[in-house]
């Protein structure tokens, strides 16, 4: 039976489920029994969600609380893309040791407007990029936190849907990620009338010099310079994706906004696939699709747009919001 049907028994690695809750009662009744269940199974429980809804879920687990571990290794939300490879590199870890493991998360994502939408494109990923470890994870969303169409895309993005009781049933208004990708590619944000960087490139031979003057706009933006190597190497990749396989001329862009900085790439080409592409680490000896990933890796947030102008895709680097469990680093 397939995973979108509401009474398929899923594989674990399809085991994603999403709580929905409204309030603290909501919480404890949903996910309190999940976290006992992988307790008493003998599973590591680890909870990387809010501050709020960690302290309600210590009240409602008393002593067994401090069975918990209540940070993921590394994870923090200043970034997306590096948490999203905080928590598959956890997993990995805990898979090659052998140590069952039962996971929490919660969106703790904030930041500028958009910052939501590139979250539920890793989430809808997750399934795969994470569920190839067998190993059972809730995400958590707090009604009163989000709009009626961001609740709507987040029971797109998860297989199964925490019931009242916490018992796990499948999910027939699941979305498959090919699909969801697809259809949620950005948004892409306005360009502001005046940018620290606006250069065309013809040929690739300009490659390295405007990565050098990405990089020297962005530190002049304030950026720290961990962020700014990051922003070279992964705006460089998205660049170099454009010169060789989109229509040139190539554009880029680059600007500071809500703290952080904005790269833009477009080039004349039609875009296929790229609104689906990097999410999935390809093969160590691959000939292609190895950039658009390690751009997906280093960026906060990467949105793209495609359309009879061409395509377009944003990168946004810099620390946004701390989040992702009471210890978190």
């Not at 994470?130 to 993005?157: K, M, N, S, T």
Request: glycine share 12%; proline share 6%.
């Amino acid at each position: 039976m397939q995973a979108g049907h509401p009474d398929a028994p899923l594989a674990a690695s399809a085991a994603h489920a999403v709580a929905l809750y409204g309030s603290d009662a909501e919480l404890r009744r949903m996910v309190l029994p999940f976290v006992r269940e992988g307790l008493h199974g003998g599973e590591a429980v680890v909870a990387a969600v809010s501050e709020q809804a960690a302290a309600v879920l210590c009240e409602g687990l008393g002593k067994a609380r401090n069975d918990v571990r209540w940070a993921v290794p590394g994870l923090t939300y200043t970034s997306l893309g590096p948490a999203s490879e905080a928590v598959r590199s956890y997993l990995a870890e805990q898979h090659e040791a052998g140590t069952p493991v039962r996971l929490l998360a919660e969106n703790a994502t904030g930041g500028p407007a958009g910052r939501t939408a590139a979250y539920l494109r890793l989430d809808a990923v997750s399934s795969e990029v994470y569920g190839v470890y067998g190993f059972p994870w809730a995400c958590l969303y707090d009604r009163r936190r989000h709009p009626a169409e961001v609740l709507e895309q987040v029971v797109q993005v998860h297989p199964l849907l925490l019931g009242a009781d916490g018992r796990a049933a499948g999910n027939g208004a699941y979305v498959s990620p090919e699909a969801y990708l697809a259809a949620h590619p950005g948004p892409l944000s306005p360009v502001p009338p005046t940018v620290a960087l606006d250069v065309t490139l013809t040929t690739g031979a300009e490659l390295s010099a405007v990565r050098n003057r990405a990089a020297a706009a962005a530190g002049l933006l304030g950026l720290p310079v961990a962020d700014t190597r990051d922003l070279e190497l992964g705006a460089g990749e998205v660049i170099a994706n454009a010169l060789e396989h989109g229509v040139l001329p190539c554009r880029v862009r680059l600007w500071g906004e809500a703290g952080q900085v904005v790269v833009r790439v477009d080039d004349r080409g039609p875009g296929d696939g790229v609104a689906t592409a990097g999410f999935r680490r390809p093969p160590l000896d691959s000939r292609s699709g190895m950039g658009l990933w390690i751009a997906r890796q280093l960026a906060d947030v990467v949105h793209v747009g495609t359309g009879v102008d061409g395509n377009a895709v944003e990168l946004r680097f810099g620390a946004v919001a701390r989040g992702g469990g009471r210890d978190a680093a």
